[in-house]
């Protein structure tokens, strides 16, 4: 029974390992980057444009108005970060129809190092916006007791990303596999549209949680000029 | 009882109890939170975006608790330390 794609070994050489997981993210890092090199090669405004491109503007409106719904002013500046989070786990959940795939988010290695990615990125986008003394002041608030609060509830947020995001596609890929074995037709086939629900869902929540998680990090904490223009 | 049936015996309990009684407190909360969110829709249907979005997070936030007792189940069943170890051990004697 095999209990995440690191254990699928391509080609081996040594101490060094060519599994599942590898293969699977390089593949899905040249779908994503390919693909969208080859659609945005010629860009029109207007009827001319291709349906290619429409798909990838809605993608990209949909991700820009997720993000300032959640309360993160100027989405241009987040929307790399969030949006290929979105995609790259959207992409790998909705490619299980593809016989013979496992999802790289199925082993630990891949959840952990994303969560790190969003444990990096928001002090990095705290920092830009407020300053390095503004942001490790929101360490110390309300009071200075609550600092080592603050910091475990960093560490265990992370580590709760991680752990969701293996946890839901670990017991999709696992679930359908023992159902191959009891009742080989019906029942794996609605089981694996359900896992792809929740791959959807999960990879909108993973999104969704780092953007909350960055909004309030860069949380505007005087009243400045600019939203008080906006009331 | 020699330690390999007891440990294989309480691995094997402790991971069935787990996930059984894990399930319940996430099952009972996100019916909770679903049955809050009904019946603010329908207090307030244009607010209808974020209401359904904050309902799907807070679901996945409590999902995640019965996630942790899977992983613990799983952990218990197919990558079990103990197991290995007196295994290990067993096979070299």
Redesign the interface.
């Known amino acids: 029974m095999r209990l995440s794609p690191d254990e699928m070994i391509f080609w081996q050489y040594g101490l060094f390992k060519l599994n599942g997981t590898i293969v699977f993210t390089w593949a899905l890092m040249v779908v994503l980057a390919a693909g969208s090199k080859l659609i945005t090669r010629k860009l029109f405004t207007g009827l001319e444009r291709s349906r290619w491109q429409s798909l990838l503007e809605i993608v990209v409106t949909g991700i820009e108005k997720q993000i300032e719904d959640v309360g993160l002013r100027h989405p241009k500046k987040y929307i790399g970060f969030l949006g290929t989070l979105f995609l790259f786990v959207a992409l790998a959940s909705l490619c299980t129809i593809i016989p013979g795939y496992e999802p790289p988010t199925g082993s630990l290695s891949t959840t952990a190092a994303l969560a790190l990615c969003v444990l990096v990125a928001v002090p990095f986008f705290g920092i830009r916006e407020q300053g390095l003394g503004g942001y490790l002041k929101s360490y110390v608030e309300p009071t200075a007791i609550m600092l080592p609060f603050n910091i475990i509830s960093e560490i265990s947020r992370t580590l709760a990303l991680a752990v969701r995001l293996f946890g839901n596609m670990m017991s999709g890929t696992m679930i359908l596999a023992i159902l191959l074995t009891i009742t080989p037709f019906i029942f794996p086939i609605a089981m694996s549209v359900l896992g792809l629900l929740t791959g959807m869902v999960q990879a909108y929540i993973f999104s969704i949680l780092a953007a909350v998680y960055i909004a309030s990090a860069t949380r505007v904490r005087k009243p400045t000029p600019e939203s008080d223009a906006e009331r | 009882m020699d330690s390999i049936t007891l440990i294989a015996m309480a691995s094997i309990v402790t991971a069935g109890l787990t996930i059984a009684l894990g399930s319940i407190g996430p099952a009972l909360g996100e019916g909770r939170a679903v049955a809050t969110a009904l019946s603010s829709l329908a207090q307030q249907p244009d607010s209808a975006?974020?209401i359904t979005?904050t309902l799907?997070?807070g679901l996945?936030?409590i999902?995640?608790i019965a996630?942790?007792c899977?992983?613990v189940s799983?952990i218990l069943i197919?990558?079990n330390p103990f197991w290995n170890h007196i295994i290990a051990q067993a096979a070299g004697k």
């Open positions: 975006t974020t979005r799907f997070v996945a936030m999902e995640s996630i942790y899977f992983v799983m197919f990558a």
